[in-house]
């Protein structure tokens, strides 16, 4: 990127109707996109009025997501062609804060996202895992890895990572896959925001009355020091509640199905546990985890990226996806490989929007790969792949049901 912008012929604009696609299917339009045209302008299923610019290319990906001429505050007032008709965050949440505002209110929870948070909520991760695969046997073969694990064992964990009592977290459990859908609408999202937001408030005032170490807590105390007020400290809990809930459920069952349909990598990683931490920031990689795009940023000013202007106030996309695929970067990058080393992929973001999660959400995953295939030298998928239901009209992509036996 240069500071003096050249004049450069406006492409086409593209329609992406970012349709469901089949399991793990790769978006043959980011493919196309990145190797054709890098910086294009799209239409999404909503708001197909507007236009945007979408970015795809690993290097452009990173500069556009770190440049603070590229806003996300900027989208509070601006109409933009959309993944949905409704805004998925609260209007005071981190997705549409800049620094240094961003950076402040980051600086509220980071006491919670560090190594040592990690590590002591991994062995409560571990137990949780344990305690419900004793009661999916219980139940008998085959059984559903989303019921009995990659849907509970999130939601536990964010809820220990919260400080969220066991008899409140059944309540939970739903709101989350009402939010972060392009489905049922924005009734239903606003109605599930509004009931998450009403509990989520109840807890800080139960933390500000009997102080916590958990998240909860740090919320609370950034609250009582007026560090944040009640509506952000109430938005930062919701969106970690939500993402963390939510992205990890199907992130983790998206690494199973893969091995439980690459029986290769399941040997490899069998023989070769210690291959565990590589193999999952690898399959992080490669799993197209979402539908589409996340938030756009809008250009403060004209700014050149990839040899095109983006003008001042037009909005901006980043995929993630397509710049994890990038042959420039990655060597043979449709292949899943665990010896896969140097430059990482960008699957948490980057910039100041880079998820404060990744350490959790790595820890998560481990927990859940390792103890199955240590547990179930049989594990295997009850149905034939293509027979296993993936999620439709999710912004994140993950099986419905996945019926294994051992």
């Not at 606003?190 to 009997?210: F, M, N, P, S, T």
């Not at 199907?250 to 690494?255: D, F, G, L």
């Not at 993936?390 to 049901?401: A, H, T, V």
């Amino acid at each position: 990127m240069t500071s003096e912008p050249t004049a450069a012929p406006r492409p086409a604009v593209r329609t992406w109707a970012v349709e469901d696609l089949p399991a793990l299917d790769f978006d043959p339009l980011l493919l196309e996109l990145l190797h054709e045209e890098p910086v294009a302008r799209i239409r999404l299923p909503f708001g197909a009025d507007h236009e945007a610019w979408l970015v795809t290319r690993y290097d452009d990906v990173r500069a556009v997501t770190s440049d603070p001429r590229f806003s996300r505050t900027a989208l509070l007032e601006r109409q933009v062609t959309g993944m949905t008709g409704h805004m998925v965050a609260s209007k005071a949440a981190l997705n549409y804060a800049d620094p240094p505002y961003h950076t402040q209110l980051r600086k509220a929870v980071t006491k919670a996202f560090t190594g040592q948070s990690t590590k002591r909520l991994r062995p409560l991760a571990q137990a949780t895992a344990d305690r419900l695969l004793d009661a999916m046997e219980r139940s008998g073969r085959p059984a559903d890895l989303m019921e009995h694990l990659h849907g509970p064992l999130p939601m536990a964990v964010v809820c220990d990572l919260l400080g969220v009592p066991d008899e409140d977290r059944a309540e939970l459990a739903s709101w989350p896959d009402l939010i972060l859908s392009s489905g049922p609408g924005p009734e239903g999202s606003r109605a599930a925001k509004a009931q998450i937001h009403g509990y989520v408030g109840e807890l800080l005032e139960r933390r500000l009355a009997e102080p916590s170490d958990d998240l909860g807590g740090v919320l609370a105390e950034s609250l009582a020091d007026g560090r944040v007020d009640r509506d952000e400290a109430v938005s930062l809990a919701m969106a970690i509640l939500i993402s963390g809930a939510h992205a990890v459920r199907n992130n983790s069952a998206n690494m199973v199905y893969l091995l439980l349909t690459r029986p290769d990598l399941t040997d490899r990683l069998r023989t070769e546990p210690e291959l565990l931490p590589q193999a999952v920031d690898e399959l992080l990689r490669w799993i197209p985890h979402r539908n589409g795009v996340g938030l756009p940023r809008i250009a403060l000013e004209d700014v050149e990226v990839g040899g095109v202007v983006i003008r001042a106030g037009e909005a901006v996309y980043a995929s993630y996806l397509a710049a994890n695929r990038d042959p420039a970067v990655f060597t043979d990058p449709h292949t899943v490989d665990f010896d896969r080393t140097g430059v990482g992929h960008v699957s948490f973001g980057h910039g100041p929007h880079h998820c404060m999660g990744a350490m959790l959400t790595r820890m998560e995953s481990e927990v859940m790969v390792s103890t199955l295939l240590a547990r179930y030298p049989e594990l295997r998928l009850a149905v034939r792949p293509e027979e296993v239901p993936f999620q439709s009209k999710g912004l994140i992509r993950g099986p419905k049901e996945l019926l294994v036996t051992w």
